[in-house]
């Protein structure tokens, strides 16, 4: 099996930062594990690596698609799987960086997804009088099992999992249920964790610094192009808070303020997941001596984890 390592944990903790400095020093390329790094012309609020911060490393999967397109995790399995071999055909280690555990999941381990003819706005159109409630009761007709892991306001997603049964004739929670859940890879874990407080207060800060760096002009001008709050882009966190104060129903101190409150509300969730669906390695993030925890990863990576 192809050896990967893999770098999660919540947003803002330095995932980036260590992905760059692991591939540095072990000569890898960095895959990004982001689903929203790959919208050009949103470089801003997702936070994106930019080209300084690469310190010349190779980085896969940003900047490959437009605002209005949609990306499935699907799409991301199979790309990903690709990119993979490709780095380790070239003699090159593979790390994935990011905090969409989803989608990594779905690259490390035997997921195949059923193949339909996928149609999100069809779908959407023909389910427009739904409310999310009326929907997820439509779900438990159709697929009670695939409730358990899809969140009633996951609209989205429940869309797809009545989508996938309504052109399949097969049940998502059957599908998933049939596999053997079993990683596919040589696959090492890190996450970067943090004190929670010290976390918020990083996650806060990184929002100030997007709107210091243009983060309303970026959005205004996506939505001058003809971005809408439907696109899959544009409900990311940085983006979706925005339509509300273009259109005059609020203002600039509760846009940034929701923003906030999103990212450390993701930030939680993030690191609830990864505990609880992946092997990991968790490591304190050393905030003043962010080497130190750069080396004791690397430390442990040579020698082997027990």
Request: net charge negative.
């Amino acid at each position: 099996m192809e050896k990967v390592i893999v770098i999660v944990g919540p947003t803002g903790v330095g995932k980036t930062a260590l992905g760059v400095a692991l591939a540095k020093q072990l000569n890898g390329e960095v895959i990004s594990g982001d689903s929203m790094q790959i919208y050009k012309r949103m470089d801003i609020g997702t936070a994106k690596v930019t080209e300084d911060e690469m310190q010349g490393v190779v980085h896969h999967l940003i900047d490959i698609k437009e605002p209005s397109e949609e990306y499935s995790v699907t799409e991301f399995q199979e790309t990903v799987r690709a990119c993979i071999d490709d780095i380790v055909k070239r003699g090159k280690l593979p790390i994935i960086v990011g905090g969409t555990g989803l989608y990594i999941k779905a690259v490390l381990y035997d997921y195949t997804f059923e193949k339909c003819d996928s149609d999100p706005k069809k779908m959407e159109e023909k389910y427009k009088d739904y409310s999310n409630e009326e929907l997820y009761e439509r779900l438990k007709e159709v697929d009670p099992g695939a409730t358990r892991n899809i969140h009633p306001n996951n609209r989205r997603r429940v869309l797809r999992a009545i989508e996938i049964f309504e052109t399949t004739g097969k049940r998502k929670s059957e599908m998933e249920d049939a596999q053997r859940h079993e990683m596919i890879y040589d696959a090492t874990c890190i996450g970067l964790t943090l004190d929670r407080e010290k976390l918020y207060e990083r996650i806060d800060k990184r929002v100030d610094i997007m709107m210091e760096n243009g983060l309303e002009q970026e959005v205004k001008s996506l939505i001058e192009e003809g971005c809408k709050p439907t696109y899959q882009s544009m409900r990311g966190i940085g983006y979706k808070e925005w339509f509300e104060y273009f259109e005059g129903r609020s203002s600039k101190e509760e846009v940034i303020a929701l923003i906030k409150k999103h990212s450390r509300n993701y930030a939680k969730r993030q690191f609830t997941w990864f505990n609880n669906q992946m092997m990991v390695n968790w490591y304190e993030v050393n905030v003043e001596h962010f080497e130190k925890t750069v080396n004791k990863v690397k430390e442990d990576l040579i020698n082997g984890y027990e």
